[in-house]
Each structure stands twice: as C-alpha cells, then as structure tokens.
C-alpha cells in the first residue's frame, strides 16, 4: 500500500504567547505544495522502517531516524493500537521534502503512513477508520501531521491542528531554497519566546490576515506574496543568520514574497507564474545562497493512495 504526501509551506504564521502547557496559540494557514513523500506499507514480521531520497531528489536523509524515534513508525504503532492488531509492518519512506526543513517533511510522512497503515490493516468486520479518526490520530502525533492528510489551503488554530478549509482561486509557483542542516522547531520557539521577552513587549493574539484570505480567494499572486508573514522567521535568522542574505537575495531577484517557511532553514519565495518560478529558480541556484533550489506549486490535495 502507497501513499503519497505532499510538503506545506506557512503562507501565515502567527504565533501567540506561551502557553502553561508550553505549547502556543496559533493562527497557522498551511498550503499543500507538490513536493511528495511517499509510503509503502507492507506485511512484515516485525515493524521496520526504511528511508531514502526519491529519484531525482535533491535531499539528504542522514538525519531521518529509522527506528522508533521516526514518526511514521509511530504512526503505524498508533493505528495498531486503534485496530488491536500487531504493528506487523515494513515502512519504505522514499523523500522528496527536505528533511528539517520547515516544510513538515516528518508529519507528513506520519499522516501517509496513517492512510497507509489503516489501509493494509482494513478489515470488513471491524470498524473503519475514517478521515475524521485519521485526523485525530494525527493530532496526536504533531501539529503539522493533520494537514498532510488533508492538503490544500487550511488555516490551522490551537497547535495548528485544528483545521478549516480555504478555498483558493488558483494556483500559485514556488521556489524553496534549502540550507545545509536543519533547524530544531522547539529551538526556533524558544528563541522566539527569547526575542519577544527581551523585547518586554506583550505577545498580541495572532488572527487570520484578512489580506491574505482576500488575495487567495481572488488567485491573485501579488496580492499573496505582499500578505506573507512568518512570526518564527526573526528567531530562525538569529539561529541561522545566513537566511537573512537568502530571504533578501530572492526579494531582489524579483520574488513576489519571501519568507523562511515554518520554522526553518528553508527559504520560500513566490512566483508570478510558471515561467517566473523557472526564472527565479535559476537565478537563485546561480547566485550560491542555498544548498539546492527546487520548485513546487499549489495547492496540492493531501495524503493519497497510489
């Protein structure tokens, strides 16, 4: 059983104060781009994982757990657990996401592996486990891993799990730039918290940008790229200061918007079409400020069997 996944890039990312719990309040708008992982699942006679770049991928997977610390192998225990079976699984995780990147590469193979696990395991006299139960599994996997199963433009609340559907009025043309090395999510918060503390101001309720729905609903790429925002990204530049020079080379090189996407290293920049997006690509792989340049478009759906 197959299953492909697609990266996310944070179109906004407002991040509210620090929680009791240690968690933060956010308003989180998600898009599925057409970077993919895919998941086979197979019968095996214990669980086992395995991970390698896709064909083609500019990826390195040095850093990908393969036992149990990997979140999909995680995620095929949960759904064992859900179906009272025996987490008996092979796990082949082929990657096109850059791994620590920001873009949600490990959630998403979670949430395939999810689909993927529920699917090989499904038995006609048992209960299912629908989209709505995936989901809830997923949230209790990660943040991120709810959207991965269900793709297109979501604004996630709460820690991001919490999702509503947006509709979008067309596509929109990325170029991501990766950075050797990834950045820690928990680091870049902790940072963040840092910054703002030092700051001594108070934290202000993140909220839906209305700009932002507005230029997604109308397709309207320029509109889009001026509306992105990141509050992690000034935390990601002080743990990683050479995004500075990445985010502003792709401003000058004519970039609709730029951000770091998520919580880091990678780098994301909007396109005005295809052509612009190859342009851009280009010239950004040629002006040596990232590890690789790669580009994608959106919104793709979410997890899907193959």
């Known amino acids: 059983m197959t299953v492909r996944v697609p990266a996310k890039v944070n179109l906004q990312l407002g991040v509210g104060p620090l929680r009791d719990d240690g968690y933060h309040d956010l308003v989180n708008v998600f898009c599925a781009v057409s970077l993919f992982d895919e998941v086979t699942a197979a019968p095996a006679d214990d669980l086992a994982v395995t991970v390698q770049a896709a064909p083609d991928a500019q990826v390195a997977i040095g850093g990908v757990p393969v036992d149990g610390d990997n979140l999909a192998v995680r995620a095929a225990r949960l759904v064992a657990d859900r179906l009272g079976v025996r987490p008996l699984v092979s796990l082949a995780i082929r990657k096109a996401i850059p791994v620590a990147g920001g873009m949600a590469g490990g959630s998403a193979d979670a949430a395939a592996a999810l689909v993927a696990c529920a699917r090989l395991w499904d038995d006609p006299a048992a209960p299912k486990l629908d989209l709505d139960a995936l989901l809830a599994l997923g949230a ?107 985010v502003d ?46 580009r994608a478009h959106g919104p793709v759906p979410g997890a899907t069997i193959l």
């Open 140 to 246: 209790e996997l990660g943040s991120d891993v709810p959207f991965a199963l269900l793709g297109g433009v979501a604004v996630g609340l709460g820690r991001g799990e919490r999702l509503t559907p947006v509709p979008a009025g067309g596509t929109f043309h990325w170029v991501f730039a990766t950075a050797d090395g990834g950045l820690s999510t928990p680091a870049v918060y902790a940072e963040c918290d840092r910054l703002r503390a030092a700051q001594g101001e108070e934290t202000p309720w993140p909220a839906e940008s209305p700009e932002l729905m507005a230029a997604l609903a109308a397709g309207d790429a320029r509109a889009l790229g001026a509306a992105l925002t990141n509050d992690l990204q000034p935390a990601a530049i002080m743990l990683r200061p050479s995004l500075r020079r990445t």
């Open 249 to 294: 080379t792709g401003r000058d090189l004519g970039a609709l918007g730029a951000l770091v996407s998520g919580s880091g290293p990678t780098c994301a920049f909007l396109a005005a079409d295809e052509q612009h997006a190859a342009d851009l690509a280009a010239a950004l792989a040629a002006a040596d400020v990232a590890a690789s340049v790669v």
